[in-house]
């Protein structure tokens, strides 16, 4: 099974600057055949499900802002918000659909300082 | 616009039986895989079970295989996920998303096995 490590699990980032956050995967979810890695972040504010930012690893879903960006290959990527804004306060998943039993990191809580 | 609304949540004892639903609207049900991921109260996501849009593979995370099973009915738009020999550790809102990324999500749930 495929395990998903984030960090930091909490970030204090002030408004207007950049919050990054990193997740390392056991084994590596690049799948050689089409050079796509299969990782997705997902944010998750209060009393709200879980909603896809990121895709791919770097592609950002619909209706995203362009202020959220993911990157990396292989086993380690990161999610970077480049200007924070006061309503990116939530908890940040990263996420494996490589192989069954699909898996999420334990999850980043992004506050303002 | 593409929408999933789940149902059947509830208080049950330990060792009862829930059967949750999952009704989809919006998008063509039949060309997707579904998923149920759980989130105990203040934890992280936890990935419950998969099937494919045929029903010709199907998954489930080792905390839950033998006591829960996945299904669908194509014809009227819905998941399921029944749920037996439930356990005080299976306490979590459910929710179903859909394909393999997770691009969209219900609502969720709330299940309480408590005595």
């Known amino acids: 099974d495929i395990v998903m490590t984030q960090s930091p699990d909490s970030l204090a980032v002030s408004l207007g600057e950049r919050a990054t956050i990193n997740c390392k995967s056991s084994q590596s979810v690049l799948y050689s055949s089409n050079n796509k890695n299969y990782l997705g972040w997902f944010q998750q504010k209060p009393g709200q499900p879980p909603k896809l930012l990121i895709y791919?690893?770097?592609t950002r879903e619909s209706g995203v802002p362009d202020r959220f960006s993911g990157s990396g290959s292989g086993t380690d990527f990161t999610l970077t918000i480049s200007s924070l804004q006061a309503e990116d306060v939530a908890v940040y998943y990263c996420?494996?659909?490589?192989?069954?039993?699909?898996?999420f990191g334990q999850g980043t809580k992004l506050e303002i300082k | 616009e593409v929408q999933l609304v789940e149902s059947g949540g509830g208080l049950v004892r330990p060792g009862g039986s829930l059967r949750l639903s999952c009704s989809a609207s919006g998008f063509i049900f039949n060309s997707y895989n579904m998923n149920w991921v759980r989130q105990a109260p203040g934890k992280g996501l936890e990935w419950v079970s998969s099937i494919s849009s045929s029903t010709t593979y199907i998954y489930y995370a080792d905390s839950v295989k033998g006591r829960f099973t996945i299904s669908r009915d194509n014809a009227n738009n819905s998941l399921y996920l029944q749920m037996n020999s439930l356990r005080a550790e299976d306490t979590a809102v459910y929710y179903c998303?859909?394909?393999?990324?997770?691009?969209?999500w219900g609502q969720g749930t709330l299940v309480t096995v408590s005595s």
């Open positions: 998303a859909r394909d393999q990324y997770f691009d969209c």
């Open positions: 996420h494996q659909y490589y192989s069954s039993p699909s898996s």
């Open positions: 791919w690893a770097s």
